[in-house]
């Protein structure tokens, strides 16, 4: 077996973001529709799931089924850190078990690649602070 194929498709960044603390920023042009990359990690269960979250400042949590989470807390990724934003210009798509990030929209150099989250665990309690015209205000 051989080393496996690089997930991530183009040059993304962490850098200090002003809608939370750190953020993917786009390190090159980024085309719409076009896969960026994407997230991996430690593979659990949900209930492990649900205690990791409790302890962590920072959660990199996804849910992948009714079963498996991945814990990206620890992932070398930079697509780790993708913001949510109200006007998002990117996705999240589960495909055969692997968390990708696909650009909705062109994404210029520079910047930051952010996902609308949707539904979280949160529950509407978290303030969101994406900063965008017509923002829902909740996580």
């Not at 850098?15 to 076009?34: H, Y």
């Not at 807390?73 to 990117?90: G, I």
Request: glycine content about 10%.
């Amino acid at each position: 077996m051989g080393t496996p194929a690089n997930p991530q498709k183009y040059l993304v960044l962490a850098a200090p973001s002003a809608i939370d603390g750190t953020g993917a920023f786009a390190g090159e042009a980024i085309p719409a529709g076009r896969k960026i990359g994407e997230i991996r990690g430690e593979r659990i269960g949900i209930q492990e799931a649900w205690e990791r979250v409790k302890t962590m400042e920072r959660i990199m949590m996804v849910e992948i089924s009714s079963k498996i989470a991945v814990d990206a807390s620890k992932s070398r990724d930079p697509l780790r850190f993708t913001n949510h934003s109200c006007a998002a210009n990117a996705v999240l798509r589960i495909q055969q078990g692997r968390i990708e990030i696909h650009a909705m929209r062109a994404i210029a150099p520079g910047e930051e690649i952010t996902c609308n989250y949707g539904e979280t665990h949160h529950e509407g309690r978290l303030t969101c602070r994406c900063g965008v015209i017509n923002c829902v205000g909740k996580l």
